[in-house]
């Protein structure tokens, strides 16, 4: 069993920043895509951004040019830099990773941009 460790969530004002990571509780092979996802209260979860073990990167329309995702593979660990965050970026963001072709999820952080 794989387990995701998130941390970096919080409370910011609008236009302000928060960095995600996350990463395994212990030291594993096999990991292939990262991701982040998000899900707003009363919303399906989406994707955020999703990085190969290659560094190609796919973004949501709605979150490119604000937000960066990016990874360590020697410490499999996917990092996701938010800016210029917007009230509507408010929700619990999950890291995803794809290990030996098993999805598995991280428990979430939250994340709420307001004034």
């Known amino acids: 069993q794989v387990q995701l460790v998130e941390s970096g969530g919080g409370f910011v004002q609008p236009g302000g920043s928060l960095r995600l990571s996350c990463a395994p509780s212990r030291n594993i092979a096999g990991i292939a895509t990262m991701g982040w996802f998000h899900q707003a209260p009363g919303k399906q979860r989406e994707l955020v951004a999703t990085i190969t073990t290659r560094g190609s990167t796919t973004y949501a329309d709605s979150v490119k040019g604000r937000f960066t995702i990016s990874r360590d593979n020697a410490k499999n660990t996917v990092y996701l830099q938010m800016n210029s965050l917007k009230p509507e970026d408010t929700a619990v963001y999950y890291c995803?990773?794809?290990?030996?072709?098993?999805?598995?999820w991280g428990q979430g952080t939250q994340v709420t941009v307001s004034s």
């Open positions: 995803k990773a794809i290990v030996w072709g098993s999805d598995y």
